[in-house]
Structures are given as structure tokens and as C-alpha cells.
């Protein structure tokens, strides 16, 4: 058995972590050389940035700062700093920074390996 331990303000956010035509990084912490069934990371959006996704895998979200807004099936959420979100596989949505945010997701399974198997990446 192995624990790791990650502090959100020593992960380093690299030009490799951009999202194309966008102002968010997404960071994977947890990935395959961690764990096969599931991914972790931190997301770091720059204020009013939104993508448009569907996803593959099931997602949980923690705002760790800013104020956060997720759109589907014309309804919005907007939360704030320690709140959470859950979105199920195969839910489009639009992901908006209504404030600079930081964002900790986990994915079931690995969110890279899922939208490369559906033709997303």
C-alpha cells in the first residue's frame, strides 16, 4: 500500500499543460504511472475563460479558489471556493472561470485515456 501527498500551491503549471486556443492548464497529479483506474490534477483557468466538453468518464470537481460556473442542458451551477461538483460520463458541458480559478478534479476512469479512446484528443 502507498500514500502519496500533493500541496496544490507547489504544483507547477507548464506550456505543455495548455489547453490549445485557451487560457486553461490542466495539470494531472494522479495519472497511469500512479494509478490504472482513475486520474486526478488541478485545473487553472484565467478569469472568464469557458471550453465546451463531453465527457467520458464521470468527473468530481473542488473549487479550491475563484468562483466557478458549469452549463448543461440549459442550467448553470456556480459555485465558490470549497464547494464541489459531480458530472456523470457522457454529460456535455461548458466549463466558465467567472473569476481566476483553481480546481481539483478526479476522473473515473483516467479522463486522458477515455477521450483519446473517444476521439477527443
Known amino acids: 500500500m502507498t500514500v502519496y501527498s500533493y500541496r496544490s500551491n507547489e504544483v ?16 494531472d497529479v494522479v495519472d497511469s504511472s500512479v494509478s490504472e483506474s482513475m486520474s486526478a490534477g488541478l485545473a487553472k483557468y484565467s478569469k472568464g475563460v469557458s471550453n465546451s466538453w463531453t465527457l467520458d468518464y464521470n468527473e468530481f470537481i473542488v473549487v479550491i479558489s475563484g468562483v466557478f460556473t458549469i452549463h448543461s442542458e440549459g442550467k448553470s451551477s456556480t459555485l465558490r471556493a470549497g464547494d464541489f ?7 456535455s458541458v461548458t466549463y466558465q472561470a467567472d473569476e481566476a480559478s483553481l480546481l481539483m478534479y478526479v476522473t473515473y476512469p483516467p479522463w486522458r485515456e477515455a477521450a483519446r479512446e473517444a476521439g477527443r484528443l
Not at 18 to 25: G, H
Not at 85 to 91: A, D, E, P, Q, V
Open 85 to 91: 461538483f459531480f458530472i456523470t460520463r457522457g454529460t
Open 12 to 27: 507547477q503549471f507548464n506550456e505543455s499543460d495548455k489547453l490549445p486556443m485557451t487560457e486553461v492548464y490542466l495539470k
